[in-house]
């Protein structure tokens, strides 16, 4: 992963395993990383020295306020790393 030292990366769904595995990884190369997500998980980002928010991403407005925030901490950003998802699970009704 050459070239990411000193980029700055949103990771949505950043304290879920997928992101937060990413964002443990980008730390190691250098990145400074912003971890989004609709709870926060009790000092997992700052486990690995990253900052994290509690956001809905489907509120708009709020992704917007927390994006003005991330560029006030960590500057611009160069990256976005999706990792967030919704699984609703619902039994498979079959007819005869």
């Known amino acids: 992963m050459r070239g990411l030292f000193e980029k700055a990366v949103i990771i949505a769904g950043g304290l879920g395993d997928l992101g937060f595995a990413s964002g443990k990884r980008l730390a190691e190369e250098g990145c400074s990383a912003a971890l989004l997500d609709r709870k926060l998980i009790g000092g997992r980002a700052l486990s690995i020295g990253r900052l994290s928010w509690e956001v809905d991403i489907l509120d708009e407005s ?11 901490r960590l ?22």
């Open 62 to 72: 709020a992704i917007q306020n927390v994006c003005e925030s991330v560029m006030e």
């Open 75 to 96: 500057g611009l950003t160069s990256i976005l790393l999706n990792a967030a998802a919704l699984f609703v699970l619902k039994g498979i009704e079959a007819t005869s």
